[in-house]
Antibody, heavy 119, light 111 residues
Framework: QVQLQESGPELVKPSETLSLTCTVSGGSISSYYWSWIRQPPGKGLDWIGYISYSGSTNYNPSLKSRVTMSVDTSKNQFSLKLNSVTAADTAVYYC?????????????WGQGTLVTVSS | NFMLTQPHSVSESPGKTVTISCTRSSGSIASNYVQWYQQRPGSAPTTVIYEDNQRPSGVPDRFSGSIDSSSNSASLTISGLKTEDEADYYCQSYDSSNQDVFGGGTKLTVL
């Protein structure tokens, strides 16, 4: 059974960089795309972007200037960096596997981690 | 790009059937497959429908999905409602750049 686990600081100061890592267990990171999605408190899901196991990326245009994703196949991990954060970036951040056959969809999700932006 | 619009909330009684709509703002709903995710309070989302109408293993056949080109919308139908179905439901599709688009979510109350 594939499992994903987010890790990283729960509190980030305004203007600094949010950094999260997602560790994949129970399966290989190869041959899939890996997504980040966030959910502000009490609100809906917001797509951040995804990265392939080979490192190609696709970012939400509204966040593209501040987002960097990377993948480390040797550790079965992928990461998210979001710079110049503000209070509006406070959210539960989820990592998920994006499975693509005839269609792409998110079949495995991490439990999510709440990141608060505050001084 | 396009938006997916869902009703903010729906409610129905146990044992009944409920349908949640997801309307695409531009472009054909049939252009790109639609997925549906269930999110129970305090939990991560899980897939209940993919590729418009396919159920992952483990999802009961009480859940079904469809698309309607005349209304340019997708629908999630849950029959034989149970209290455990009470959750937020999100539709999702993707655009021509393979960028994911989520609907705003619908809160289902089973009362």
């Amino acid at each position: 059974q594939v499992q994903l686990q987010e890790s990283g600081p729960e509190l980030v100061k305004p203007s600094e960089t949010l950094s999260l890592t997602c560790t994949v267990s129970g399966g290989s990171i190869s041959s899939y795309y890996w997504s980040w999605i966030r959910q502000p408190p009490g609100k809906g899901l917001d797509w951040i972007g995804y990265i392939s196991y080979s490192g190609s990326t696709n970012y939400n245009p509204s966040l593209k200037s501040r987002v960097t994703m990377s993948v480390d196949t040797s550790k079965n991990q992928f990461s998210l960096k979001l710079n110049s954060v503000t209070a509006a970036d406070t959210a539960v951040y989820y990592c998920a596997r994006r499975t693509c056959g005839g269609v792409c969809y998110l079949d495995y999700w991490g439990q999510g981690t709440l990141v608060t932006v505050s001084s | 790009n396009f938006m997916l619009t869902q009703p903010h909330s729906v409610s129905e009684s146990p044992g009944k059937t409920v349908t949640i709509s997801c309307t695409r703002s531009s472009g054909s709903i049939a252009s790109n497959y639609v997925q549906w995710y269930q999110q129970r309070p305090g939990s991560a989302p899980t897939t209940v429908i993919y590729e418009d109408n396919q159920r992952p293993s483990g999802v009961p056949d009480r859940f079904s999905g469809s698309i309607d080109s005349s209304s340019n919308s997708a629908s999630l139908t849950i029959s034989g409602l149970k209290t455990e179905d009470e959750a937020d439901y999100y539709c999702q599709s993707y655009d021509s750049s393979n960028q994911d688009v989520f609907g705003g979510g619908t809160k289902l109350t089973v009362l």
